[in-house]
């Protein structure tokens, strides 16, 4: 994990999580990308050119973060303080931090997870919803568990691959299909065109054209005794020069009688006019049937890729997780069995400005829904440096974990918008290199096809009262959701929901200062609480 989560919440909110000293490079690097990224939305509005989410997508905080610092923390008496909302002492003094190293030889390091884990679950009432935002490992490449997972990984990966490799070669037969659907529409418009009783003119276009495809694909299989072939003039050729404009002016076999012709070309043109009109009949028929068949195939083609891509995705997710990606330390030594851990969980916490407005603590204005949320948020980072012991069950086995664990706690209040960019920017950090390969070299190219395949099938699904979204008539979108699910989880709450994508977080207002202030101290109380109860769990001095 190359950013660390604390300076992520730093960057994301340097007027109030960050340094001092650092605050100004922070905001440079901040706004001069969402400057950029803003000119680039606005040039594509003026443009017509509708925005997608990796418009938006930016790697600012991430490069910010390397910058940024948290501020000095300072010891405060909470119970106190939390009664002068309007000194903003939260503000003031943001972080609550604390540390503690742990380790054991007979306690297996799993059992220090799943207390912190248990404890944020079992007091919802403080920490609200837990979630883990971070899981990375790092084996020392002589260790068994360094090869045991490598082979897991691999696995997986080929499982995966080979699963998207049977679909990739239907989305080829389905770039097939749809050129020939669009060779058979355009066929189509003829004939629908030449049905039509509002457009004379529109109509005899349409007979005319029906003639020339017939003689240049149908008749011209005759070969030299085609009309093409009797039209050709010169020494050695037949010379029926007028027998293709004959046969273009001519609209039925009582008008071709009516020429003036010689026999011999009369009786050309009535049996080839007799056998256009037989063709002109049946090739309708055949074609509108062939065209209705080409539609099913394509949505059965489109619904095969679905299912493989439904089959490839636990395959590939379970490759993902199993990249050793947490941070190499001086700690891991190649030749050792030593593995590194870093995990980070989240708790985020509710914060009612109506409970300090029924204390008297805050005037009632701070009552209403005018005002953004925030939440007191404790963040736990736990880093083991394990040494991995094999165990056997029977036909199962797996592995054990002791060693030395490394866990902070770290307090913060943060608005809705502010938990949303925190979270977006983690998964990018997680998955930049992989996104950007696969948006950058398919986005534009997919769309084109997404479009063309909801174009052909969505004509079917007029003539049905069931509505389909584009995502269930198209592959694309659910292959690729493989990957994008790894970095956007709530793609399709977004799509569902209009509002345009932020990459910048408002101000405070005046209220929401205080609000969040008071938040803050909340945030600080319930991080030195936890941090109380698992020191007395181990039989450690507290407060």
């Known amino acids: 994990m190359a950013v660390d989560p604390k300076n992520l919440i730093a960057s994301i909110n340097p007027d109030i999580y960050c340094k001092k000293e650092v605050q100004k490079e922070v ?24 925005t997608s989410d990796s418009d938006y997508q930016t790697s600012a905080y991430i490069r910010a973060a390397e910058k940024a610092a948290l501020p000095d923390i300072n ?30 030889s007979s306690q297996a390091l799993e059992q220090v997870y799943y207390w912190l884990h248990d404890y944020l679950q079992n007091n919802k009432a403080d920490y609200g919803t837990v979630e883990k935002i971070i899981d990375n490992f790092l084996s020392s490449p002589g260790s068994a568990h360094f090869s045991e997972m ?33 060779e058979f529409k355009l066929r189509l418009d003829i004939y629908d ?6 457009s004379k003119n ?13 003689i240049d694909q ?23 020069v007028m027998l293709i404009d004959a046969f273009m002016a001519a609209k039925s076999l009582d008008e071709i009688k009516k020429m003036d012709l010689n026999d011999r070309v009369k009786r050309l043109l009535i049996q080839r006019f007799g056998e256009f009109l037989r063709w002109l009949e049946l090739s309708e028929k055949e074609l509108r049937k062939r065209y209705e068949i080409e539609k099913i195939y394509l949505k059965s083609q489109v619904n095969s890729v679905k299912l493989y891509s439904r089959w490839a995705k636990p395959y590939l997710n379970a490759a993902a997780k199993l990249e050793q990606r947490a941070t190499a330390t001086s700690s891991l030594v190649s030749a050792f069995s030593t593995t590194l851990f870093e995990l980070t969980l989240l708790g985020i916490g509710e914060y009612k400005p109506e409970s300090d407005v029924a204390k008297g603590d805050l005037p009632k204005v ?23 012991e094999r165990f056997q069950q029977g036909q199962q086995g797996g592995y054990g974990f002791k060693g030395k664990a490394d866990v902070i706690f770290t307090s913060f209040a943060l ?29 534009e190219s997919l769309k084109q096809i997404q479009d063309d395949i909801n174009e052909q099938l969505g004509e079917s699904d007029k003539k049905e009262t069931k509505k389909t979204t584009s995502e269930e008539t198209n592959p694309f979108s659910a292959l690729f959701s493989i990957f994008t699910d790894m970095f956007n989880k709530k793609e399709q709450d977004k799509s569902k929901d209009k509002k345009e994508k932020k990459i910048e977080i408002i101000q405070d207002s005046d209220i929401e200062k205080v609000i969040r202030s008071q938040a803050i101290l909340e945030a600080r109380r319930r991080c030195r609480k936890m941090y109380d109860s698992f020191k007395k769990s181990n039989n450690s001095p507290a407060f």
Do not use: C
């Open 27 to 50: 905001k440079s690097i901040i706004k001069e990308e969402v400057n950029s990224i803003k000119n680039i939305i606005e040039q594509k509005k003026k443009e017509g050119i509708e």
């Open 75 to 104: 010891y405060l008496d909470l119970d106190a303080l939390i009664k002068t909302p309007f000194k903003l002492v939260g503000l003031k003094n943001p972080i609550e931090q604390h540390s503690i190293t742990y380790e054991t």
């Open 150 to 182: 490598g082979a897991r990984a691999t696995k997986m990966q080929e499982e995966g691959m080979k699963i998207l490799g049977i679909a990739n070669q239907l989305i080829k037969s389905i770039l097939n299909i749809i050129y020939d659907l669009k």
């Open 193 to 198: 065109e030449y049905h039509n009783e509002n």
């Open 202 to 214: 529109q109509q005899e276009s349409a007979y005319l054209s029906l003639k020339q495809i017939w």
């Open 218 to 240: 149908v008749d011209i299989k005759r070969g030299n005794s085609s009309i093409k072939g009797l039209a050709v003039s010169g020494a050695n050729g037949p010379n029926f």
């Open 366 to 388: 701070f009552n209403g829904a005018n005002k953004r949320k925030y939440s007191p948020v404790v963040l736990i980072e736990l880093k083991f440096r394990a040494i991995p």
């Open 415 to 443: 608005n809705e918008e502010e938990r949303e960019l925190f979270k977006e920017q983690l998964e990018w950090d997680d998955f930049k290199d992989l996104y950007s390969m696969i948006t950058g070299a398919t986005e």
